[in-house]
């Protein structure tokens, strides 16, 4: 699974939250928590899926906020997978939801 593409991701987007999804900060409040993982890892996945993973949401506890994904393709088995997961979604989740405290997969 393919580190460098989140990580990317990440350099290329952290501009502004509005940027990214093109809706002022008050609209983007509006949203769920869940919703606003949702976008994010949808936004995500084209990158894991160029190296042959993928990613999918699974749950998230806007209690304790954590984020619940399940790994799968290239990803699942993959030694950096790890890493992918908190270097790369776990720190784009982060910088653009406060809400989110971790990402773990299950």
Do not use: W, Y
């Not at 990158?47 to 699942?76: M, P, W």
């Not at 993959?78 to 989740?93: D, F, I, N, W």
């Amino acid at each position: 699974m393919g580190f460098r593409g989140v990580g990317q991701a990440g350099a290329a987007t952290t501009t502004s939250r509005t940027k990214d999804t093109g809706m002022n900060d008050k609209a983007q409040d509006e949203r769920t928590v869940t919703e606003q993982v949702r976008e994010i890892i949808e936004g995500i996945r084209p990158l894991l899926q160029r190296d042959g993973g993928d990613i999918e949401l699974v749950n998230v506890n806007e209690e304790t906020g954590v984020v619940s994904v399940q790994l799968q393709g290239a990803c699942k088995g993959c030694p950096g997978a790890q890493m992918t997961l908190k270097m790369g979604v776990e720190r784009h989740l982060k910088e653009r939801i406060p809400a989110v405290q971790e990402v773990v997969a299950v």
